[in-house]
C-alpha cells in the first residue's frame, strides 16, 4: 500500500511557475511508474506526466512538453513537476498517481494509489 500527498499548489500569474510536490509513503518497489495528471471543472482527468521511479525516464502529454518537468528523488520518495510558462488553461487540481508497473502508461484507470490532489490557479 502506497500513500500520496501533494503539495506546491497556488496560485499564480500566466507566464509564472510553481512545483508541484508528492509525497510517498510505504515502500516504493523500482517497477513503480509515478505520475501527474489534473483534471479541470467539468473535465475529465487528463495525464501530464510520468516518470520510472527506478530510471527516472520521463514521457509527457503533447500540452506540457518543453514546459513542464517531472522528476524524482529516491532518497525522499518524493516526486516533483515543475512547472513553467504556465498559462491559464493549466487550470486544474493536479493529482499524484503511482501504478505498480507499465510506464507510459496515460490513462488514470491504469494507476493504482492517488493523492487528493493540490489546486494550481494560473489567472490571466
Known amino acids: 500500500q502506497v500513500q500520496l500527498v501533494e503539495s506546491g499548489g497556488g496560485l499564480v500569474q500566466s507566464g509564472g511557475s510553481l512545483r508541484l510536490s508528492c509525497a510517498a509513503s510505504?515502500?516504493?518497489?523500482?517497477?513503480?511508474?509515478m505520475g501527474w495528471f489534473r483534471q479541470a471543472p467539468g473535465k475529465e482527468r487528463q495525464f501530464v506526466a510520468g516518470?520510472?521511479?527506478?530510471?527516472?525516464?520521463?514521457y509527457y502529454a503533447d500540452s506540457v512538453k518543453g514546459r513542464f518537468a517531472i522528476s524524482r528523488e529516491v532518497a525522499k520518495n518524493t516526486v516533483y513537476l515543475q512547472m513553467n510558462s504556465l498559462k491559464p488553461e493549466d487550470t486544474a487540481i493536479y493529482y499524484c498517481?503511482?501504478?505498480?508497473?507499465?510506464?507510459?502508461?496515460?490513462?488514470?484507470?491504469?494507476?493504482?494509489?492517488w493523492g487528493q490532489g493540490t489546486q494550481v490557479t494560473v489567472s490571466s
Open positions: 510505504g515502500r516504493m518497489f523500482s517497477s513503480y511508474v
Open positions: 498517481a503511482a501504478k505498480i508497473r507499465g510506464w507510459g502508461a496515460t490513462m488514470p484507470g491504469t494507476f493504482d494509489y
Open positions: 516518470v520510472s521511479w527506478s530510471g527516472g525516464t520521463s
